[in-house]
């Protein structure tokens, strides 16, 4: 999952840095993921995962790094499941 | 105080709302067209609104900024490139024309005598109503290359359109919006908002009505809005200046202080004198919800308003 979601930010976030340079705890809105490529970002995440983020998850804190995707991801994946 | 205004704790406020409209088409102060939110305005309402423009550009003048004068439509290449139709495509206003032949023509008369819809031979222009006054300036700023070391300050004011038709006086559908807009380093358009978010302060709490400051978020569209809107509070790029017109509890925004970060500096392209990727910042006067906050609490009567307001006002 996690090179997945790496692969992902690659093709979405438009980060000035390669996903594979950031560590599963970097702060993705300080390595410059802006607000409008999160909403990219996160639907392109819902594409690949089959998933829907709920309206409360729908903020910064569920993208600020690959680690808080990945809970994200597993939490809603373990909920469908 | 109006007496509906007193009656707004025990009315719902939708009713409050229509009650607060009844009341100005009655005073002769606003004009009912047929359409909620297009309006009418009588000489007394339109008195307000320049003496409240006279009142910005003293706060402001200090500043020195430039002003431009824009129509109220904007050019619909630029509009599309604006990234406007992402977030707000329930808002947005396209002007269309019949650009059809004599045979078209017919059509039309035909579809228009038997009540039908008439609309759907009609294309649309190159022009679209402009959705705040902001939008023209970025890519007519990015055509003068990079900013000087100082940034850039303009003035403008425009009657903006957006279809959110409605009772409520302060929602209309065809406003004006004045704003000054700072685009340069990001500290220099922070700074630029939190003047203004105390002269905001400051020059409203001159005009005798209650307000507060408080963290908003545009109404952008959709499921990506959600987090649009929840990414814009928390990280604080918008606040509103909140005065009671029709209700305490959902005051109306009457002034809002924006920062845009690199969104349109990035968009448009508008160096800063060193090649960075500028920033922008705005705020944002919504002069009839101003005039009507005034009317509201002061009553529709301006030569009773209190003589400290007229002051401000009229000196």
């Known amino acids: 999952m996690n090179d997945k979601i790496r692969d992902i930010l690659d093709q979405t976030a438009k980060l000035p840095v390669k996903a594979a340079t950031l560590s599963d705890d970097a702060d993705l809105h300080e390595a410059g993921l802006t607000s409008f490529a ?8 819902e594409d690949a995962f089959d998933i829907e983020f ?19 991801i597993a939490e809603l994946t373990q909920t469908a499941a | 105080m109006s007496v509906a205004a007193s009656a707004t704790a025990s009315t719902s406020p939708v009713s409050a709302q229509e009650a607060y409209l009844d009341e100005l088409f009655d005073k002769g102060i606003l004009f009912d067209t047929g359409v909620d939110g297009l309006y009418g305005r009588s000489d007394v ?3 307000v609104i320049q003496a409240f423009d006279r009142l910005i550009t003293r706060y402001g003048a200090q500043d020195r900024a430039t002003p431009i004068h824009f129509p109220p439509g904007i050019s619909r290449p630029l509009f599309e490139k604006s990234g406007y139709m992402k ?8 002007v269309h024309s ?3 032949g004599e045979a078209d023509h017919c059509t039309l008369l ?8 008439w609309t759907g031979q009609q294309t649309a222009t190159d022009i679209v109503l402009t959705p705040a006054a902001c939008y023209p300036l970025y890519p007519t700023v990015a055509k003068r290359g990079p900013l000087p070391v100082d940034g850039r300050l303009y003035d403008l004011q425009s009657y903006c359109f957006r279809h959110e038709p409605s009772k409520d006086p302060a929602r209309m559908q065809m406003f004006r919006m004045r704003e000054y807009v700072r685009i340069g380093s990001p500290e220099q358009v922070q700074a630029f908002r939190e003047t203004w978010l105390e002269r905001g302060q400051a020059m409203m709490g001159s005009l005798g009505v209650p307000l507060k400051v408080d963290l908003a978020n545009d109404p952008f569209f959709g499921r990506a809005g959600r987090m649009l809107a929840n990414n814009q509070r928390d990280t604080g790029l918008k606040f509103e200046l909140l005065i009671p017109v029709t209700s305490e509890e959902k005051p109306t925004a009457c002034l809002s202080f924006n920062y845009h970060q690199d969104h349109f500096g990035s968009l448009w392209n508008i160096p800063t004198h060193n090649g960075d990727v ?23 009567d301006t030569a009773q308003w209190p003589q400290a307001v007229r002051q401000v006002l009229w000196g």
Not at chain 1, 38 to 45: H, K, P, R
Not at chain 2, 287 to 296: G, N, T
């Open chain 2, 45 to 47: 309402f339109e008195d």
């Open chain 2, 110 to 117: 035909a579809e228009l005598e038997a009540g039908q819809d």
């Open chain 1, 38 to 45: 999160s909403v990219q970002l996160m639907l392109a995440l």
């Open chain 1, 54 to 72: 709920p309206e409360q998850m729908l903020n910064r804190r569920t993208f600020a790094s690959i680690k808080a995707i990945q809970n994200a």
């Open chain 2, 278 to 300: 500028a920033h922008t910042a705005c705020v944002g006067f919504g002069m009839e919800r101003v005039a009507l906050a005034l009317f509201k609490h002061h009553g529709t």
């Open chain 2, 87 to 94: 977030s707000f495509p329930q808002l947005a206003g396209t």
């Open chain 2, 98 to 100: 019949f650009m059809g």
